[in-house]
Antibody, heavy 120, light 107 residues
Framework: QEQLVQSGAEVKKPGASVKISCKTS????????IHWVRQAPGQGLEWMGV????????SDAQKFQGRVTMTRDTSTSTVYMELSSLRSEDTAVYHC?????????????WGRGTLVTVSS | DIQMTQSPSTLSASVGDRVTITCRAS??????LAWYQQKPGKAPDLLIY???SLQTGVPSRLSGSGSGTEFTLTISSLQPDDFATYYC?????????FGPGTKLEIK
């Protein structure tokens, strides 16, 4: 059964960066767009951005521009999302989610989430 | 950006009830809309895509409809497993956006 396996919880100080991994299957890595969605405690879902299967085109939400970096490691079929200049409002569970094989598709597979706590 | 709204924000209902959740988009999104169910501490699960297509494995008591700017998710006969939070999401254009959620509670 296909899974997206994410890295473990992180605790970071304000101003630091966090890099979260999302390990996929070979088929997912080669063919699917991978999105990142976060959820602050008690809040709703917030789309952060997407990386396409070739890694050559990345789109992210305006509010994160300049702070989010999404990358891929072909050797391990792993996608990464790095968020920099962390502030307390970035405390949230971060999910990777599989979109389609083309742009404009829903998310049919989600990672379990990585809790990032930003605290001094 | 396309803004998504949902109503109601909270819905209290009983097992066996028929319930409907409404989702509205600030601009037309054709049928590029999905519905997700989320339970506490879990990742969302896809229920409906393309506004009305049922994801594999999702019970047929759930259905979706709508196009353009107004959409509904209907559960025909609530079961205990249905009490959760439901989100709509547009994937017509970036940035993808979610509705604020509807919490379905046991009356």
């Amino acid at each position: 059964q296909e899974q997206l396996v994410q890295s473990g919880a992180e605790v970071k100080k304000p101003g630091a960066s966090v890099k979260i991994s999302c390990k996929t299957s070979g088929n997912t890595f080669i063919n699917y767009y991978i999105h990142w969605v976060r959820q602050a405690p008690g809040q709703g879902l917030e789309w952060m951005g997407v990386i396409n299967p070739t890694g050559g085109s990345i789109s992210d939400a305006q509010k994160f521009q300049g702070r989010v970096t999404m990358t891929r490691d072909t050797s391990t079929s792993t996608v990464y999302m790095e968020l920099s200049s962390l502030r307390s409002e970035d405390t949230a569970v971060y999910h990777c989610a599989r979109g389609g094989t083309t742009r404009g598709r829903y998310f049919d597979l989600w990672g379990r989430g990585t809790l990032v706590t930003v605290s001094s | 950006d396309i803004q998504m709204t949902q109503s109601p924000s909270t819905l209290s209902a009983s097992v066996g009830d028929r319930v409907t959740i409404t989702c509205r988009a600030s601009h037309s999104i054709s049928t590029w809309l999905a519905w997700y169910q989320q339970k506490p501490g879990k990742a969302p699960d896809l229920l409906i895509y393309d506004a009305s297509s049922l994801q594999t494995g999702v019970p047929s008591r759930l259905s979706g409809s709508g196009s353009g700017t107004e959409f509904t998710l209907t559960i025909s006969s609530l079961q205990p497993d249905d009490f959760a939070t439901y989100y709509c999401q547009q994937y017509n254009s970036y940035p993808y956006t979610f509705g604020p959620g509807t919490k379905l509670e046991i009356k």
